[in-house]
C-alpha cells in the first residue's frame, strides 16, 4: 500500500489553482525529493496530507487513510516555519513529545541533542536559528512514523551541519516509512534521494527514480532541474 496517493488532487485558493489534477503514490521505504519553483505547490501538498488544508477536487490519502486524526498518527510533519513553543528547553520538548506521541523515541532524540551539542537546558528562544531548526527536525525524526514531511529541512543551517542533518534522516527514520523532502538545495539532498518528484504550476511534471534519470538524462537532478526551470 502506498503511504501517500493522490489522485486528481486539486486545490484552489480564490481563483489561484495550487495543486490541480494531481497524481502521485509514494512507496515504503522511499526518500523522496519533492522539487519545484516558489508556487509549484509543494508546501500546499503537504499541508494537505497533514489536514491542514482540504482539497477543492479529487482526494489524498496518508497510509490508506484520508487525512485526520488516524492519519495524522502515521505521519511526522516539519514545517518550513518553527512551530514550537520557544519559552521550553529542548528538555521540555522532549517531555511534551513523549507524553503525546507514542512512537517517540526519546532515547534517539537525546543522542542527536548530543552529537550537535545542544543543550537540553537551553530555552528555544535563547538558541540561534540554526539550533531552533535542529531542535525541531530532531523532534520530528525521533517519532516511529509512516510518513515524514519535511518542508525546506535543511534551509537555515550551515553547510557543515547539513551532512549531519542528511544523515540523520536517512539513520532515524522506519524503513517501513516515506520521507518526502521538499527543498531548494538540490545539490546538497540529492545524494540521499531514492526519487524526485518536479512540481510545476501545480501538476508532476516528472516522477522518477533519481539513478535512472541520471542515466537518462546524463546530469545530476540539480542539473535537470535548472534546465527544466530556467528562467
Same mark, same amino acid.
Given at each position: 500500500? %502506498?503511504?501517500?496517493?493522490?489522485?486528481? !488532487?486539486?486545490?484552489?485558493?480564490?481563483? &489561484?489553482?495550487?495543486?490541480?489534477?494531481? *497524481?502521485?503514490?509514494?512507496?515504503?521505504?522511499?526518500?523522496?525529493?519533492?522539487?519545484?519553483?516558489?508556487?509549484?505547490?509543494? +508546501?500546499? !501538498?503537504?499541508?494537505?496530507?497533514?489536514?491542514?488544508? +482540504?482539497?477543492?477536487?479529487?482526494?489524498?490519502?496518508?497510509?490508506?487513510?484520508?487525512?485526520?486524526?488516524?492519519?495524522?498518527?502515521?505521519?511526522?510533519?516539519?514545517?518550513?516555519?518553527?512551530?514550537?513553543?520557544?519559552?521550553?528547553?529542548?528538555?521540555?520538548?522532549?517531555?511534551?513529545? /513523549?507524553?503525546?506521541?507514542? *512512537?517517540?523515541?526519546?532515547?534517539?532524540?537525546?543522542?542527536?541533542?548530543?552529537?550537535?551539542?545542544?543543550?537540553?537546558?537551553?530555552?528555544?528562544? /535563547?538558541?540561534?536559528?540554526?539550533?531552533?531548526?535542529?531542535?525541531?527536525?530532531?523532534?520530528?525524526?525521533?517519532?516511529? #512514523?509512516?510518513?515524514?514531511?519535511?518542508?525546506? %529541512?535543511?534551509?537555515?543551517?550551515?553547510?557543515?551541519?547539513?551532512?549531519?542533518?542528511?544523515? +540523520?534522516?536517512?539513520?532515524?527514520?522506519?524503513?517501513?516509512?516515506?520521507?518526502?523532502?521538499?527543498?531548494?538545495?538540490?545539490?546538497?539532498?540529492?545524494?540521499?534521494?531514492?526519487?524526485? &518528484?518536479?512540481?510545476?504550476?501545480?501538476?508532476?511534471?516528472?516522477?522518477?527514480?533519481?539513478? #535512472?534519470?541520471?542515466?537518462?538524462?546524463?546530469?545530476?537532478? *540539480?542539473?535537470?532541474?535548472?534546465? &527544466?526551470?530556467?528562467?
Amino acid at each position: 500500500m %502506498p503511504v501517500l496517493e493522490c489522485t486528481g !488532487l486539486g486545490k484552489k485558493y480564490g481563483r &489561484v489553482n495550487a495543486l490541480e489534477g494531481l *497524481d502521485l503514490s509514494i512507496e515504503p521505504g522511499r526518500i523522496v525529493g519533492l522539487l519545484g519553483p516558489n508556487g509549484s505547490g509543494k +508546501t500546499t !501538498l503537504i499541508k494537505l496530507a497533514c489536514g491542514l488544508l +482540504t482539497p477543492s477536487a479529487g482526494q489524498i490519502r496518508v497510509c490508506g487513510q484520508a487525512p485526520g486524526p488516524k492519519a495524522c498518527a502515521q505521519l511526522s510533519y516539519l514545517p518550513e516555519r518553527m512551530a514550537v513553543q520557544s519559552w521550553m528547553t529542548a528538555g521540555q520538548l522532549l517531555d511534551f513529545y /513523549q507524553d503525546f506521541y507514542a *512512537d517517540f523515541r526519546r532515547d534517539a532524540a537525546q543522542q542527536m541533542l548530543a552529537d550537535l551539542g545542544l543543550d537540553p537546558k537551553k530555552k528555544i528562544q /535563547q538558541m540561534s536559528k540554526g539550533s531552533r531548526e535542529k531542535v525541531q527536525l530532531i523532534l520530528v525524526m525521533s517519532r516511529a #512514523a509512516k510518513l515524514y514531511l519535511l518542508d525546506e %529541512p535543511i534551509g537555515g543551517v550551515d553547510p557543515a551541519t547539513r551532512d549531519y542533518i542528511l544523515s +540523520t534522516i536517512i539513520g532515524n527514520y522506519n524503513p517501513e516509512a516515506a520521507v518526502l523532502i521538499s527543498t531548494h538545495l538540490i545539490a546538497d539532498v540529492e545524494k540521499i534521494l531514492d526519487e524526485a &518528484v518536479f512540481l510545476k504550476e501545480g501538476r508532476v511534471l516528472l516522477h522518477s527514480e533519481v539513478d #535512472a534519470l541520471r542515466e537518462e538524462k546524463g546530469m545530476s537532478v *540539480d542539473e535537470l532541474f535548472r534546465e &527544466v526551470f530556467r528562467c
